[in-house]
């Protein structure tokens, strides 16, 4: 079967693991191809895999505005009710601000677009990661192409669900991958019993890697963060833990590793609290300069407000690496405390200026947790598992559409005679 691949931006940096998982789908014989909302930053399409991957994906904004304007053309042509009914399902509904109008009205101009491709090339399902807009381009668009729709919840979508319309994409959508059971409970929670049997735990898995020659013991030892540099990741907290830990004496260094719209922010609060000899920004790194960084990571730390199950902490774990997490999300169904990482609450800085001690205190004890952890990950967290199990999804989604398509050209038969 044909899959197209729908995400906010491809192949952008922060979505390395959705390439991976490309990748893995295409192992498993899934036909697919890839599409972007927005057109990846240069900068950000980091290595030769994704160079390879930007070439062959395709954007939706900016347009070409020749193709908008065909494809526009084609859809009043060949399908006039359905756009006239997609369009006003999609911004006459009760109690829109016009400002949520507008936008959804955009959305169908990018489902137009889309959805031209889908037909033109065949695909048999549309896939989006995320329930953000991106997947509400995607429900649009599948819904004018006729091909069954689904997505991924990751978890941040959950804290708006009314505004990304996640009961309605359930209801349109074939499953829905969520990768964590936190997730799936909230799903669950605002959709009518009827849709939960499409809401189906997925697990985001990762390469296992080798642990066997792993050292914990660098000097001085290096906390490492991963995370896109925005206020959802909590990296204002880790400074004030990391500054509590400085006055204490205790000796570290800690690199963060990546970029974002609070980058100019946290380098004028580490100058303040006078931590520059102590942190060191990386901006956004390729993946196997990412590796690089973990090689030499004592611990990896994520002091996020809000999560659903975080790449990061999976690719610290299966390099047998001790970790440090809030309990937020579904971040509990991957460390759990004291076995294979240490949690601690959001917000709360000297909770977790004492985990990061407790780990840099005694590297016996974090050597055990960081082995646990990759044990748990090879077993619960796996790559190709994970693939497996989307590519199941994607396959018994188009055997139910066919059925459905046979189903209803069989009425209308009967209706004939």
């Avoid at 197209?4 to 498993?28: C, G, K, N, Q, W």
């Avoid at 990304?164 to 909230?186: D, I, M, N, P, W």
């Avoid at 199941?392 to 009425?411: C, M, P, Q």
Wanted: glycine share 8%.
């Amino acid at each position: 079967m044909k899959v197209a691949y729908l995400t906010s931006m491809y192949p952008d940096v922060s979505h390395t693991f959705i390439m991976r998982e490309v990748f893995a789908l295409r192992a498993h014989g899934i036909e697919l191809g890839t599409f972007s909302v927005r057109r990846a930053r240069e900068q950000n399409i980091l290595g030769h895999e994704a160079r390879q991957e930007a070439a062959s994906t395709r954007w939706l904004v900016p347009p070409r505005v020749g193709h908008l304007v065909t494809t526009i053309i084609w859809a009043i042509a060949t399908r006039p009710l359905r756009t006239g009914s997609m369009i006003l399902r999609a911004t006459m509904k009760r109690r829109m601000a016009m400002g949520q109008r507008l936008k959804w009205l955009f959305y169908s101009g990018e489902a137009i677009l889309l959805a031209y491709w889908l037909v033109a090339e065949g695909f048999d399902h549309l896939h989006c990661h995320f329930g953000n807009s991106g997947s509400s381009t995607g429900m649009l668009a599948a819904r004018l192409a006729g091909i069954p729709f689904s997505f991924t919840c990751h978890g941040s979508e959950l804290y708006e669900i009314s505004k990304h319309r996640l009961v309605e994409k359930t209801e349109q959508t074939a499953f829905v991958a969520c990768v964590s059971k936190y997730g799936r409970a909230q799903l669950m929670q605002a959709c009518a019993p009827q849709q939960w049997d499409k809401l189906c735990v997925v697990r985001c898995g990762v390469i296992q890697a080798d642990v066997s020659s792993r050292t914990t013991k660098f000097d001085p030892p290096n906390i490492l963060s991963v995370a896109r540099l925005s206020p959802e990741k909590g990296h204002l907290v880790l400074l004030n833990a990391l500054t509590m830990m400085r006055d204490a004496g205790v000796s570290f260094r800690c690199t963060l590793v990546g970029d974002g719209p609070m980058r100019s922010t946290l380098e004028a609060y580490v100058k303040k609290l006078e931590l520059s000899e102590f942190v060191t920004f990386t901006g956004s790194l390729e993946p196997s300069a990412v590796a690089d960084t973990y090689r030499i990571a004592t611990v990896v730390v994520l002091a996020s407000f809000t999560e659903g199950v975080p790449i990061v902490l999976m690719e610290a774990m299966t390099r047998g690496i001790p970790v440090v997490a809030t309990r937020v999300g579904g971040v509990s169904e991957l460390v759990m405390d004291g076995r294979n990482g240490v949690l601690v609450p959001p917000g709360d800085a000297m909770a977790l200026s004492e985990a990061l001690r407790l780990i840099l205190d005694d590297p016996e004890w974090a050597q055990t947790i960081g082995l646990c952890g990759a044990r748990d990950l090879r077993r619960d967290f796996n790559l190709d598992v994970s693939a497996a199990r989307l590519a199941e999804l994607f396959n018994g989604a188009y055997r139910h559409d066919v059925k459905d398509a046979t189903k209803d050209i069989s009425e209308r038969n009967a209706c004939r005679t």
